[in-house]
């Protein structure tokens, strides 16, 4: 009896898995997986020249309105979130103390130029008697002097002659009296004459001083006047100061000032924001900026409305932002620690595109810079 070899069960061939998909899944995954390369590569090239944060704000100019005089507060035009022009009035202080200033400095211009007008005629009246005393008064009494001169020397010559005769008694000692009277007359007349010179001379230098007298107060009398104009402009220049006009257009914000508050020189009362000079202070890691430099193209995503504006680098920051904190740290010291630093870069949003949004300051965006 021949023994029969067990025969082995044939094992079933497991089907493909191919067998069990549709037709369609490998022509996907054939056309997939080369799309998926293409937009990995494609992805990897959009960004490897982008530099991206979160880390960013809306900046923008906080222009603080403030008084300037000491006054009560008159009318308020204006209130928070108002929108102003430039002129537009916002405060309006109490004027009537200084408008009683500046009409006191009126009436002392006024009167300063009644006392030039003073001045000017004692100095033409010094002047006319100071030309008097040097021309005609003087030139009276000098021909004078040369006249009674004249008639010394006749009278002493006279004295002269008459002597030998007298000596003689060829004439009476009656006649040579009356000679040598008439010689000291004249003499005595001619020292007369020489004082009188000497009067109107001296007087003439009086008359000279007074009329220096007399400008010298012209002089101070314009110098009061130009005192009383330049104390009027400084007035009129505080009077205007109780109007408080915007200086820029701008939104009301902060407003801290009520009717009737007295305010001091300096007292911030309100605070004033254009919405149209803004820009985005967006904060870097510092290992973010290797090729970042002014002038590149940027991109601001909006958080409010999620628009994406175009803007450019307008430039970067000189030191981080710890640094120029209130408490910088203190790195010299045993428990350094050390972290990644941001530094702010300032980007301006484009004029078109700044036109589709009403960004303010303190927003959240997202900034983007293209370092290609």
């Known amino acids: 009896m021949t023994a029969e070899s067990p025969t082995t069960p044939e094992t079933p061939a497991t089907p493909a898995l191919s067998d069990h998909l549709p037709d369609w899944v490998p022509k996907v995954l054939k056309l997939g997986i080369p799309i998926l390369i ?3 590569v494609a992805f990897f090239f959009y960004f490897r020249n982008r530099v991206s944060t979160d880390d960013a704000q809306v900046d923008g100019h906080l222009v603080p309105v403030a008084c300037k005089i000491y006054g009560s507060v008159d009318k308020v035009w204006v209130e928070d979130n108002q929108v102003v022009k430039v002129g ?27 006392q030039i007008e003073s001045s000017k005629a004692d100095v033409e009246k010094a002047r006319v008697s100071f030309e008097q005393g040097k021309g005609s008064d003087l030139q009276a009494a000098q021909a004078n002097l040369d006249a009674r001169k004249a008639s010394q020397d006749k009278a002493r010559a006279d004295l002269q002659r008459m002597k030998p005769l007298a000596d003689r008694e060829e004439i009476s000692a009656l006649q040579f009296d009356s000679f040598r ?32 007298v007399q400008s010298g107060k012209l002089g101070q009398s314009i110098a009061q006047l130009e005192q009383a104009q330049a104390s009027l402009v400084a007035l009129e220049l505080q009077l205007s ?15 801290s000032v009520e009717l009737g508050q007295v305010v001091q ?14 820009w985005v202070t967006a904060n870097f890691k510092e290992t973010q ?5 002014p002038g590149q193209e940027a991109e601001v995503k909006v958080d409010m409305n999620g ?21 910088p740290p203190e790195n010299a010291v045993g428990n350094f620690v050390k ?21 303010r300051p303190g927003m959240n965006v997202e900034a983007t810079i293209i370092t290609k």
């Open 88 to 114: 537009d009035t916002l405060i309006s202080l109490d004027p009537r103390d200084l408008q009683a200033k500046v009409d006191q400095a009126r009436a002392a211009i006024t009167q300063a130029q009644a």
């Open 289 to 293: 900026l290797t090729k970042v430099v």
């Open 265 to 278: 020189p300096g007292q911030g009362m309100m605070t004033l924001i254009p919405l149209h000079q803004v």
């Open 38 to 40: 293409i937009l990995v």
């Open 339 to 359: 972290v990644v630093q941001r530094i702010p870069v300032k980007i301006q949003i484009d004029e078109q595109d700044a036109q589709k949004v009403i960004l």
């Open 181 to 212: 009277t008439q010689a000291d007359v004249a003499e005595n007349e001619w020292k007369g004459a020489q004082r009188r010179v000497s009067s109107f001379q001296q007087e003439a230098e009086i008359r000279k001083a007074n009329v220096t």
């Open 307 to 327: 628009l994406v504006l175009r803007g450019r680098v307008d430039s970067i920051s000189g030191s981080t932002g710890s640094r120029m904190s209130l408490l």
């Open 241 to 255: 100061y109780t109007k408080i006009t915007a200086s820029i257009d701008g939104v009301v914000t902060r407003r």
